[in-house]
């Protein structure tokens, strides 16, 4: 058996790897096309002010030559499973090169809303790596993102922030571990609320209802997704 000293070199070189493939720039090319995958986030992404098509537009902005094509595949209530359920119909039959995936809000929302479930732990990290395997397989980059806010407070005293922290945690550590690049939107989230929410409001900073995105979080989430493209 390997002691954790003999290891320890290869640990580094898997991390050291893993930093650099998920920190270069996605070169993108002619013809690309870009698959928003994701819940009623991004199902309202696609509307004249929403992140997707702020990112559209910014990225035809700077690429006129290339043609890139966004598509926005969003539906309000989902969680993971019900992307795993539609991932084939919506993303794979697209042909993609670029996959971004926004989930988490619902599987732990729903805990709390009245005839709803929310999706455990270990049935939501399960999800999440079909998911990505299977984009992976198909030969398309994945980008995942962690699950935003329910709550704009930044004292922690939302009523979901532990449970959101748990899946957020998840799906940083699913990044890790399949190699894919992350966009940590309930880090930026938070920070960003720590310093332009003083009166710990429980929204209309970056949301207009605790979850949904206002123009304000629209470009918020746009900036942040651009960041994990390359295109700072």
């Given at each position: 058996?390997?002691?954790?000293?003999?290891?320890?070199?290869?640990?580094?070189?898997?991390?050291?790897?893993?930093?650099?493939?998920?920190?270069?720039?996605?070169?993108?090319?002619?013809?690309?096309?870009?698959?928003?995958?994701?819940?009623?986030?991004?199902?309202?992404?696609?509307?004249?002010?929403?992140?997707?098509?702020?990112?559209?537009?910014?990225?035809?902005?700077?690429?006129?030559?290339?043609?890139?094509?966004?598509?926005?595949?969003?539906?309000?209530?989902?969680?993971?499973?019900?992307?795993?359920?539609?991932?084939?119909?919506?993303?794979?039959?697209?042909?993609?090169?670029?996959?971004?995936?926004?989930?988490?809000?619902?599987?732990?929302?729903?805990?709390?809303?009245?005839?709803?479930?929310?999706?455990?732990?270990?049935?939501?990290?399960?999800?999440?790596?079909?998911?990505?395997?299977?984009?992976?397989?198909?030969?398309?980059?994945?980008?995942?993102?962690?699950?935003?806010?329910?709550?704009?407070?930044?004292?922690?005293?939302?009523p979901q922030d532990a449970m959101l922290e748990e899946y957020a945690s998840i799906s940083r550590r699913v990044t890790m571990e399949l190699g894919v690049r992350v966009c940590d939107?309930?880090?930026?989230?938070?920070?960003?609320?720590?310093?332009?929410?003083?009166?710990?409001?429980?929204?209309?900073?970056?949301?207009?209802?605790?979850?949904?995105?206002?123009?304000?979080?629209?470009?918020?989430?746009?900036?942040?997704?651009?960041?994990?493209?390359?295109?700072?």
């Amino acid at each position: 058996m390997n002691t954790i000293s003999e290891r320890k070199p290869t640990l580094l070189l898997v991390a050291l790897v893993l930093l650099v493939g998920c920190s270069t720039r996605i070169s993108l090319r002619s013809g690309d096309r870009i698959v928003f995958f994701g819940d009623s986030i991004t199902e309202l992404g696609v509307k004249p002010n929403g992140y997707v098509t702020l990112i559209k537009e910014e990225l035809n902005s700077r690429h006129p030559d290339l043609g890139i094509e966004v598509i926005g595949a969003g539906i309000s209530g989902n969680k993971v499973t019900d992307l795993l359920n539609r991932l084939g119909r919506d993303v794979l039959d697209k042909k993609p090169n670029v996959v971004v995936i926004y989930i988490g809000i619902n599987d732990v929302w729903h805990w709390v809303l009245k005839n709803l479930k929310g999706t455990p732990k270990d049935e939501y990290e399960r999800g999440l790596r079909e998911i990505i395997a299977r984009i992976q397989y198909s030969g398309a980059e994945v980008i995942l993102c962690t699950p935003s806010v329910i709550g704009e407070k930044h004292d922690g005293t939302n009523p979901q922030d532990a449970m959101l922290e748990e899946y957020a945690s998840i799906s940083r550590r699913v990044t890790m571990e399949l190699g894919v690049r992350v966009c940590d939107l309930r880090k930026s989230f938070i920070e960003h609320l720590s310093q332009h929410n003083k009166d710990n409001k429980e929204q209309d900073i970056l949301t207009y209802d605790r979850v949904h995105l206002n123009d304000a979080g629209n470009r918020f989430v746009a900036q942040e997704i651009l960041k994990s493209l390359g295109e700072q």
